[in-house]
């Protein structure tokens, strides 16, 4: 299984990303999908999550109304696309895979871990 995570960049606050997360040799609609970072000196934390048919979605309260995670299971990949970035939003951006339904925040339940893409944001 291979697991790729990309998009990551320096921007502006108020700025946008959009993170792409892609996987091969595996059935991707069989997967849910989550998003985590991990900021500096801090514990990774979960932003976002996505269920295995991409009809369910959940959202850390820093990234609610702000970004958006989407699932495409015929191209293998999903995305978070990020809006009105702050300074706080500044970390190592990881994709996930976990082998159940529904939108998981707990990083446990996840089997597989990409290798991490980072986001600055400077204010």
């Known amino acids: 299984v291979q697991l790729q995570a990309s998009g990551g960049g320096s921007v502006q606050a108020g700025g946008s990303l959009t993170l792409s997360c892609r996987a091969t040799?595996?059935?991707?609609?069989?997967?849910?999908v989550g998003w985590f970072r991990q900021a500096p000196g801090k514990e990774r934390e979960f932003v976002a999550a996505i269920s295995r048919s991409g009809g369910g979605t959940a959202y850390a309260d820093s990234a609610k109304g702000r970004f958006t995670i989407s699932k495409d299971n015929d191209k293998g990949a999903a995305a978070l696309e990020m809006n009105s970035l702050k300074s706080e939003d500044t970390a190592v951006y990881y994709c996930?895979?976990?082998?159940?339904?529904?939108?998981?925040?707990?990083?446990?339940?996840?089997?597989?871990w990409g290798q991490g893409t980072l986001v600055t944001v400077s204010s």
């Open positions: 040799k595996l059935r991707f609609s069989s997967y849910s």
């Open positions: 996930a895979l976990a082998l159940y339904g529904g939108t998981l925040t707990a990083s446990s339940m996840y089997k597989y």
